[in-house]
């Protein structure tokens, strides 16, 4: 039965959306036997990237107002990119997300890493050969 429905899942990368987009959702479209000529002139660009607000209140307020006029926003897509800019350049603080420290990392990798381990193997017994750095052969 594990055979059978191997057949209709595709491993993907997050890492591979996040650096080739373009050709990540053409893969998708060749798996799923779509055409994939809607991506041709598609720009995949981060639309709704993470940050840390200087303030809330000031984040609050910004969410509410484009709530109320996401339509017209959606019509004129370059103004919003336009004050999406600017609100980051005086809303965003820059600040460095939390780092794991060494040894939770060493903690966490040695939980995982068996699992990865096998993950690897099967995907290469699949005919895979690209893999994240958190996947690689040294896994």
Known sequence: MVRYIWRFYKSLFFEDLK?????????????LEIDPAIYKEA???????????????LHNLVNAINNKIEGFFRAHHS??????????????S??????????????LSSVY?????????????????????WLGKDS
């Open 43 to 57: 720009n995949l660009s981060s639309e709704n990237k993470s940050f840390n607000p200087k303030s809330k209140a």
């Open 94 to 107: 820059n600040e460095k997300k939390e780092v794991v420290s060494n040894m939770a990392f060493k903690n």
């Open 79 to 92: 103004l919003k990119r336009y004050f999406r800019n600017l609100y980051y350049m005086f809303n965003d």
């Open 19 to 31: 650096t080739k987009p373009l050709l990540f959702m053409k893969e998708i479209s060749n798996w």
């Open 113 to 133: 890493d068996p699992y990865n381990k096998k993950l690897f193997d099967m995907l290469c017994s699949r005919g895979y050969s690209a893999f994240p750095e």
